[in-house]
């Protein structure tokens, strides 16, 4: 079974950011009790004050799409929506390293 | 103390992907004994068939520069240079979320 990766960019509306990030971090938080995400870390970055990066793993692509479904998830989304100015997301297929349990670490 | 994050993106010469991804498993392999690296996962993307990215969290910004000094990390950069047509890196502060621990997962 694959792993399924994302980084996410999010640009806040200006002076958004960190109540965008504590958002993220509920959500995050939220995402404890869901077994199937493995990492959802939310970053800021020097250049940009506006944007967050929030690094994910799923261990299986079908269990982010469930979650975007969740009540919960959902709910999230609709308070974030009005601090957002934009999204792009870099799907990942993650494929060994360290920090995470692979079934198998070789490429093959 | 603050996290240092990463993502590195590994662009390989064509057809040498799958090698270079290799050495950077070989590398997160040895980082497996350095206490201070706490995620460094190696993605495919699907979307660029040379791509590669990795995902890097060090426990703090001195410990991604010293492990760069490192005997090991070094003959892992010779090896892989022949490789490589190009690299671009987007520095992360992490401030909580899901996978790591984190001192305060508040912002303030």
């Known amino acids: 079974?694959?792993?399924f990766g994302?980084?996410?960019k999010f640009t806040a509306k200006p002076g958004q950011r960190d109540e965008l990030a504590e958002i993220?971090?509920?959500?995050?938080?939220?995402?404890?009790?869901v077994e199937e995400c493995e990492l959802y870390i939310?970053?800021?970055t020097d250049s940009?004050?506006?944007?967050?990066?929030?690094?994910?793993?799923?261990?299986r692509k079908?269990?982010?799409?469930?979650?975007?479904t969740r009540e919960a998830?959902?709910?999230a989304i609709q308070r974030a929506m009005p601090l957002i100015a934009g999204v792009e997301s870099i799907p990942l297929n993650p494929v060994g390293g360290k920090g995470l349990s692979f079934?198998?670490?070789t490429l093959l």
Not at 24 to 33: D, S, T, Y
Not at 62 to 68: Q, R, T, V, Y
């Open 42 to 44: 939310i970053n800021f």
């Open 62 to 68: 079908e269990a982010h799409a469930a979650s975007l």
């Open 103 to 105: 079934a198998d670490a």
């Open 6 to 8: 994302m980084y996410a």
């Open 73 to 75: 998830t959902r709910a």
């Open 1 to 3: 079974m694959s792993k």
């Open 48 to 59: 940009d004050p506006d944007t967050l990066w929030v690094t994910e793993v799923w261990s």
């Open 24 to 33: 993220l971090l509920e959500a995050a938080a939220a995402a404890e009790a």
